[in-house]
């Protein structure tokens, strides 16, 4: 996999291939550089969704940093990251840092804003976490957390059509398309 870190103020998010998707890979970008990418273009001024669904998106992020959840990153991917021009919902992976967290009230409160943002709260997002712990040791990193980021990571390469999903094929497991890693309070 072919990952492109940001060095300058210019997106790293490549163009699209010619079947409307990101090139297989994980693409670091801001969210300045998705909204410039993503709602902003010419090729979605006539979307009716895309702002809707960001701005949802945003909406999610701010009520679990509202909670004192730091969030470093978020992957993004499905149709929000793709040639759709009226996505329906954005599709997300929320990390979080869990060092950070002292109660388990706190993490209860984390998954009943994540779980199902759809019906619980009427935003147009489905998200998933990660549990990120940078103080961990080799034990913890062999675990969980790594298991986690390479579903998601591999999830959000994979593309198969909603009429395509039954049964599961060996095709579908294919990386063949990217996806966004979006810094939002960063990885310190």
């Not at 079947?19 to 090729?43: K, M, N, W």
């Not at 998106?57 to 940093?65: C, D, P, Q, S």
Request: aromatic share 10%; proline share 7%.
């Amino acid at each position: 996999m072919v990952v492109r870190y940001a060095t300058s103020a210019h997106s790293v998010i490549p163009g699209l291939d010619d079947r409307g998707l990101l090139p297989p890979g994980r693409y670091r970008a801001t969210t300045e550089e998705v909204e410039t990418t993503f709602i902003s273009a010419p090729a979605y001024g006539a979307s009716t969704t895309r702002r809707v669904v960001w701005d949802d998106f945003l909406h999610l992020v701010e009520l679990l940093r509202a909670k004192h959840v730091r969030l470093p990153a978020a992957f993004l991917g499905g149709s929000f990251t793709s040639s759709d021009v009226d996505p329906s919902d954005v599709d997300v992976t929320l990390l979080y840092d869990s060092s950070k967290i002292q109660s388990q009230a706190l993490y209860a409160e984390i998954l009943r804003i994540t779980d199902d943002p759809k019906g619980n709260l009427g935003l147009q997002v489905d998200a998933f976490t990660i549990p990120w712990w940078p103080e961990g040791d080799d034990r913890m990193m062999r675990s969980a957390y790594l298991c986690d980021r390479g579903r998601w990571d591999d999830f959000w390469q994979r593309h198969v059509p909603k009429s395509e999903r039954f049964p599961p094929q060996r095709a579908h497991a294919m990386p063949v398309r990217g996806y966004l890693e979006v810094l939002l309070d960063g990885y310190r």
